[in-house]
């Protein structure tokens, strides 16, 4: 299966700065099959971006999704206060699919 | 608009089995997959399997076949995990979500049902 490193475990930043996550996969996700997730403590994850780049309804513009191959990253241009909280993502191109490990974004 | 509710939480002792339901609706419940995906108190997420409530197929994550069951009811439009040999490891919040095909992103997600395994 292919597994997926995320960096950093733990990002420590402001309000209003931008935030750069990354995902990596120990083998090429097939067609850009990438997701992002966003998850607050004790609520489900919530989607924000598919297919590496398109962002999900209702997603503000804030948030990014590029890459391909082996290497994604979502980016988030300009923290606000509810942006504080756990990303995941997932290559759903090859069964089954996996998510990574998490990057937990923390206020500084 | 799409609404996956799930049974609530369960407490089990270690060897028993557990059963959790997802109720769906505000759509076509055969024309989607549904997914379980588990989490672990503080650690990430884990597939876990997935049924096509049209034909009642399913296909299991090695890791948890022989263990894991996916059924469905047509007639109430609910889908069951049955998770079987339960030990503290399988601790964990279990949701269904809805896909668009065997491999999908997840848009719609139940609340999540909180299993423990203690003794």
């Known amino acids: 299966e292919i597994v997926l490193t995320q960096s950093p475990g733990t990002l420590s930043l402001s309000p209003g700065e931008r935030a750069t996550l990354s995902c990596r996969a120990s083998?090429?996700?097939?067609?850009?099959?990438l997701a992002w997730y966003q998850q607050k403590p004790g609520q489900a994850p919530r989607l924000l971006i598919y297919d590496a780049s398109s962002r999900a309804t209702g997603i503000p513009d804030r948030f990014s999704g590029s890459g391909s191959g082996t290497d994604f990253t979502l980016t988030i241009s300009r923290l606000e206060p509810e942006d504080f909280a756990v990303y995941y993502c997932q290559q759903y191109g090859t069964s089954p699919c996996t998510f990574g490990q998490g990057t937990k974004l923390e206020i500084k | 608009q799409v609404q996956l509710v799930q049974s609530g939480a369960e407490v089990k002792k270690p060897g028993a089995s557990v059963k959790v339901s997802c109720r769906a609706s505000?759509?076509?419940?055969?024309?989607?997959?549904m997914h379980w995906v588990r989490q672990a108190p503080g650690q990430g997420l884990e597939w876990m399997g997935i049924i096509n409530p049209s034909d009642g197929s399913t296909s299991y994550a090695q890791k948890f076949q022989g263990r894991v069951t996916m059924t469905r009811d047509t007639s109430t439009n609910t889908v069951y995990m049955e998770l079987s040999s339960l030990r503290s490891e399988d601790t964990a919040v279990y949701y269904c979500t809805r896909g668009y095909g065997s491999g999908s992103y997840y848009k719609s997600w139940g609340q999540g049902t909180l299993v423990t395994v203690s003794s």
């Open positions: 083998q090429s996700v097939s067609s850009s099959y």
């Open positions: 505000g759509y076509s419940f055969t024309s989607y997959f």
